[in-house]
């Protein structure tokens, strides 16, 4: 009896704790920032930048950083410091192609990272997270959402 009427009640708490789930209004009207990190529902620029937050602490923050610039791995933030190079640093073991679009980082981490399960995520959660990265980086797509052909068009921005 104790242990039920414990439960009861975390559950509703648990229950009201996430965001309300928004008006049945048409998707195209708002801003999906609540939105909670599903790929399914990875629309545009913004969803997947959230998603791709949680996503990034889980696969990569490990080896590059909470920040993107301070683990053990390359940096992956702050292109006006260096990250992300053209050319593979002389020390990359992996790394063979030049970074022109960010496309071409996207083919890159689907390839390599994580090192250990190399394609593990799918390219919903990749494409998540390299926009989480791009974000990091200062760069926002707005209502876009970023896939390949629309990574393939984004020279990166270097100073
Ligand atoms: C086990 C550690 C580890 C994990 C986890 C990891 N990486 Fe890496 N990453 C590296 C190392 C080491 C390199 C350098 C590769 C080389 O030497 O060519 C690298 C390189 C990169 C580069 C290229 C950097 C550059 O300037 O050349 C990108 C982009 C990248 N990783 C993204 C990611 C993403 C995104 C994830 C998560 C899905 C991830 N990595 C997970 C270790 C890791």
Do not use: W
């Not at 599903?38 to 997947?48: D, E, H, M, N, V």
């Not at 696969?59 to 702050?78: I, S």
């Not at 990250?83 to 083919?107: H, I």
């Not at 494409?127 to 959402?145: E, P, R, S, T, Y």
């Amino acid at each position: 009896m104790k242990t039920i009427r414990l439960f009861a009640p975390s559950l509703v708490l648990f229950a009201c704790g996430g965001s309300t789930p928004p008006p049945a209004t048409p998707a195209a009207e708002t801003a999906p920032a609540q939105t909670a990190a599903s790929p399914a529902s990875l629309g545009t620029f913004a969803a997947q930048a959230q998603a791709g937050q949680e996503l990034y602490a889980k696969n990569c923050a490990g080896c590059h950083g909470a920040h993107g610039n301070d683990g053990k791995a390359p940096p992956v933030v702050g292109l006006d410091k260096g990250a992300l190079p053209l050319d593979p640093p002389p020390t990359a073991k992996f790394r063979k192609t030049q970074f022109k679009t960010v496309g071409d980082v996207a083919d890159f981490v689907v390839k390599t990272m994580p090192p250990k399960a190399p394609g593990s995520l799918s390219a919903d959660e990749y494409f998540a997270i390299l926009a989480f990265d791009l974000q990091a980086n200062g760069i926002d797509l707005g209502d876009k959402k970023l896939d390949g052909p629309l990574a393939a068009t984004l020279e990166i921005p270097r100073k």
